[in-house]
């Protein structure tokens, strides 16, 4: 495993594949970019696809929800920065939230809600220590909160 990095932000280019006949960023590209840098976390602390197969564990969506504050075109670059939100008292659920910045002004949001799938039983369960010793170190949002 690497060493993790509390907190997670990636640069992209906004693609001509990315915006809609309006020339904007249509609103389904931004929870693709959201998941591309959920996966460059978990890849960046060594939690590839590999290890959640090895583990049997693996991160599923429940739940997606995005807030879009201003308009994207067509070749801007922005700054996507990922961070806990919630998580269960055994960390089974969580919550991760993406903010999508342009010059460091807010853009839009997305969050996930997510549960850790155990691969063999089909179950919700808690992470196995590799992967929540990890998780433990992104960076949480200032509203962080339990999950019930």
């Known amino acids: 495993m690497s060493t993790p990095t509390p907190s997670h932000e990636v ?4 693609r001509w ?3 809609d006949a ?3 960023l249509r609103h389904s590209a931004f929870a693709d970019w959201a998941t591309f840098a959920r996966s460059e976390w978990f890849e960046g602390v060594g939690l590839t696809p590999a290890v959640f197969a090895k583990e049997g564990t693996a991160p599923i969506t429940l739940e997606e929800t995005s807030t879009f504050l201003k308009e994207v075109r067509l070749g801007e670059t922005l700054t996507l920065r990922m961070q806990r939100a919630a ?6 659920r969580f919550v991760h939230e993406v903010t999508f910045e342009r010059n460091e002004v807010p853009v839009a949001r997305y969050r996930m809600t997510g549960a850790w799938l155990n691969l063999q039983a089909r179950r919700i369960v808690a992470p ?4 929540s010793e990890a998780v433990e170190l992104l960076e949480k949002t200032a509203s962080f909160r339990q999950l019930d």
């Open 22 to 24: 309006y020339g904007h």
């Open 87 to 92: 998580a269960s008292a055994d960390g089974s």
């Open 11 to 14: 640069r992209v280019k906004i």
């Open 128 to 131: 196995p220590a590799l992967i």
């Open 17 to 19: 594949a990315d915006v």
